[in-house]
């Protein structure tokens, strides 16, 4: 037994646990503990080792030292399984859910109620469904199939599998990332309604205004290693950030704006799709970053998918410096210059099975063919060291495979692989998703850079601080339309929100101040 039982109130602990990986030293004598009846905030920059403990924890690695407690007494976990069937749930950034199968059906996957050794049918597994979802005041039909929610309804599927195990302890890892405010406040809410005098909650977010909101204490961990834990209430957020990554951080505020008579490089007009856009104009010049604001589901990221041809366009026209063209597929867009940064990085943006090198020099592969068809391999292995030490990319070296850095890193590799490129349209679609504090400066910096050496932006964010503050003009998005355009001087909050309300019907010269070229 522990000395645990001296503090009865502490529900998790980890004491002394380290893990290490070919070349990297993953966590050193880290510890943590979990109160009963809290929320504890663990935040970190990525790769700092929170995903590892998390893993840990559930099963899928082994401590190579340490040790965990569970009330008072020793937690060996054998696997994810194991771990649930102990009162450990945990919830991990990337969803694993069924897509075909209905939401009763991803709940109880593997343990379908029976009699006898008998399925006892749809009927009971619902019922039983419907009596959880009830229970957790969730929004959802245990009869609806998976694939056809929203990624909010979709999270609180994976809530309501989480804790239909009647967990103790819930470890929640970056559950927001892709939700708006008023779904993080129904998260919030079931996260007070799961907390008891029995239970707590582990809680990971790269959102600092969230752990006010949410958390007790906050615990601290840097390249591998516990730093410190802080009441929430007594502490500030840039007490937090500088225990995060060891230094300051200094906001860069965005570019004067962009300069009177220059190009306009890409025009857009009456753009339509079969899904979902209609009659969109707008335009983007030289060295602007354009935002694109607008709750999940207006259609940001539809627009951004037409535009490289990755969805097709049904009407409407495009223009590249006031030459018209008809982009089919993303590679003939790449050579038009316009590389696209998706928000689905792991399917969409990487070869996760490939090592960083090849990764970041994916998108200009053709352009280091030397004669008779050899690449130029140095040449290649010098411009990823470069870019992965420019964007401070934490990685062994080059050689490391990309599914093995943290989600962060993994988007500065997307990011480096369209600045290998050289491409004058950039289209960013969440580009610091799951980036923690530290790596959005550089990003934004990074952002601010581009735009002064004369690059064009289009950046979609779910983060309206982060719209409000990196762009020259703002296009907010409702329902597959354009509801208004807002310049940096008179975008605030409350107006963003305001045409990211607006239904359809409601769209008019009155609430669209935009002229009919589509730049104020």
């Known amino acids: 037994m522990s000395d645990l039982s001296a503090q009865p109130d502490l529900l998790l602990e980890a004491r002394g646990v380290g893990k290490s990986f070919p070349g990297v030293r993953a966590l050193q004598d880290m510890h943590i503990e979990l109160r009963r009846g809290e929320v504890l905030a663990l935040v970190g920059e990525n790769g700092a080792g929170k995903s590892t403990l998390m893993k840990l924890l559930s099963g899928i690695y082994t401590p190579d030292e340490g040790e965990f407690f569970l009330e008072g007494e020793p937690l060996r976990v054998s696997g ?13 950034q990337e969803f694993n859910l069924m897509p075909d199968l209905t939401v009763a ?3 109880y996957i593997g343990r379908e109620p029976r009699s006898g050794g008998v399925f006892l049918g749809e009927r009971a597994l619902n019922a039983r469904a419907a009596e959880l979802i009830d229970r957790l005041h969730l929004p959802l039909d245990p009869r ?8 909010a309804k979709q999270q609180m599927v994976e809530i309501a599998k989480a804790l239909s195990y009647d967990a103790k302890v819930l470890i929640m890892d970056e559950p927001t990332a892709a939700l708006n405010d008023a779904e993080v406040q129904v998260l919030h809410d079931l996260i007070r309604r799961f907390r008891t005098p029995d ?22 961990i840097r390249d591998g290693r516990y730093v410190d834990t802080l009441d929430t209430a ?39 799709t079969k899904a979902l856009l209609r009659d969109l104009s707008f335009d983007l010049q030289e060295g602007e970053i354009l935002g694109f604001a607008g709750l999940m589901g207006a259609g940001r990221t539809e627009v951004a998918r037409a535009l490289v041809g990755a969805d097709p366009v049904e009407s409407g026209s495009v223009m590249l410096r006031g030459k018209p063209v008809r982009i089919t597929s993303p590679a003939e867009a790449a050579r038009y210059r316009i590389g696209y940064l998706s928000e689905d990085r792991k399917h969409l943006g990487l070869l996760l099975e490939q090592d960083v090198n090849a990764n970041v020099v994916l998108s200009s592969i053709r352009d280091l063919f030397q004669a008779f068809g050899f690449v130029r391999a140095k040449a290649m292995r010098e411009k990823s060291t470069e870019l992965v030490g420019s964007l401070r990319i934490r990685t062994p070296s080059i050689d490391q495979t990309v599914k093995n850095l943290s989600g962060g890193n993994q ?63 703002i296009v907010v998005m409702s329902e597959g339309r354009i509801t208004g ?36």
């Open 80 to 92: 994810p399984r194991d771990a649930l069937e102990q009162g450990i749930s945990i919830i991990h």
């Open 105 to 107: 059906q991803n709940i």
């Open 144 to 151: 609806q199939v998976v694939g056809n929610l929203t990624v």
């Open 199 to 220: 239970t707590g909650v582990i809680y990971i977010s790269h959102r600092m205004d969230e752990l006010k909101a949410i958390s007790d204490r906050i615990t601290v």
């Open 234 to 272: 007594t502490t500030s957020m840039g007490e937090v950030i500088a225990r995060m990554v060891g230094r300051e951080i200094t906001s860069e505020a965005v570019p004067e704006g962009v300069r009177p008579g220059r190009e306009t490089v890409l025009s857009v007009r009456g753009l339509s």
């Open 411 to 473: 988007q500065k590799v997307v990011i480096a692989k369209w600045l290998v490129k050289d491409c004058d349209i950039l289209i960013f679609d969440e580009p610091t998703r799951g980036i923690d504090v530290g790596a959005k400066e550089e990003i934004y910096r990074l952002l601010n850079q581009l735009a002064a050496q004369g690059k064009s932006i289009i950046m979609i964010s779910s983060e309206l601080p982060e719209v409000l503050r990196m762009s020259h003009r």
């Open 485 to 520: 355009q807002l310049g940096a001087d008179e975008a605030t909050q409350e107006s963003v929100m305001h045409f990211a309300t607006l239904r359809p019907d409601e769209i008019g010269p009155e609430n669209n101040p935009a002229t009919e070229a589509g730049v104020r």
